[in-house]
C-alpha cells in the first residue's frame, strides 16, 4: 500500500495555489497530477472527490463513492492530523476538508492554522453569543462562502452588529435560524452593503414578521437568491402571499 505525504508536507508551491484560490479546480487537479508521480494516493482521492462534486450523476458515480471511502477508511486520521484536535467535526471535499464546526471561541482562536492547513470554506460555529462583536472583527471570515450561526442566541442586536462586518462579503450562504430574532435583525441584513454575494439565507424558527418581510424583499440581495427559508416565524395569510409572489418557489415558508 502506498504511504500518503505526512502532515504539513504540501508543497508550497502546490499549496498556495489551493488556498489561494479554495473554489477552483484547477489548482487541486494539477497538484493531484504531482502526487500520482510520487504515488500518493491523495493525488487519486482528490481526483474522485473532483470527478463527483462535477459529475455527482455520472454512471460511474457508485465506484467513485466506494473508492472515496476506500482512500479515507484508510488515510482520513493523517489526512486530517493538523486540524483533527481543533474542531468537532469535519466534511471532505474535491480532496481536502473543506467543511468543519467548532465554538466560536476555538474558531478566534485557532483560525490561522485551520486556514494555513485546509481550504475551508464553511463553517458551524457553536457558543457564538458572547463572541458576536469578536467575529465581526475577524479577517478569517473573507474565507468563507458558507457561515452557520443557527442555534446560537444572537437576538437582533447581535445580528445587527454581524450586518455591519466588512468581512461577509464574500459570503454566499448564512443560517440564522433558530437566533431568537425580529425584524430588527432582517432589517439589518437587507441594508447590508456587505451581503453582496448571498445566494442563500435562512431565517427559520425565529419571531420575524410583516416588517421584516417588507425589508426581505427589497434588499438589494433579494434578486439574486436562490433560496429563502422563513418556516416556523410570525407570518401570517398576507405575508406569506407577498413573499411567494416575490420570490416564488426560492422561498419556504
Partial sequence: MALSSPALAHPSAYWNDILGDPTNDTPRLRYAKWLDAQGDPLGEFIRIQCRLARWPKAPEAWSWECREQELLADFEEQWTEPIAGLVEWWTFRRGFVEEVSLTAEGFLRHASELFANA???????????????????????????????????????????????????????????????????????????????????????????????????????????????????????????????????RVQC
Avoid at 457564538?128 to 467575529?135: D, F, G, M
Avoid at 445580528?159 to 435583525?185: H, I, K, M, W, Y
Fill in 119 to 249: 481550504p475551508i470554506l464553511e463553517i458551524h460555529l457553536r457558543y457564538s453569543r458572547e463572541h458576536v462583536e469578536a467575529l465581526c472583527q475577524c479577517h478569517w471570515l473573507l474565507r468563507l462562502r458558507h457561515l452557520d450561526l443557527s442555534n446560537n442566541y444572537l437576538r437582533d442586536c447581535g445580528v445587527e452588529l454581524l450586518a455591519q462586518s466588512p468581512f461577509l462579503v464574500e459570503l454566499e450562504s448564512l443560517n440564522l435560524s433558530t437566533a431568537c430574532l425580529g425584524d430588527r435583525a432582517v432589517q439589518a441584513l437587507a441594508a447590508s452593503p456587505f451581503l453582496k454575494h448571498l445566494r442563500e439565507l435562512y431565517l427559520c424558527d425565529n419571531d420575524i414578521g410583516a416588517a421584516g418581510v417588507k425589508a426581505l424583499m427589497e434588499a438589494p440581495f433579494a434578486r439574486q437568491l436562490d433560496m429563502l427559508h422563513l418556516r416556523f416565524n410570525n407570518l401570517d395569510a398576507a405575508a406569506v402571499a407577498q413573499l411567494r409572489r416575490v420570490f416564488g418557489a
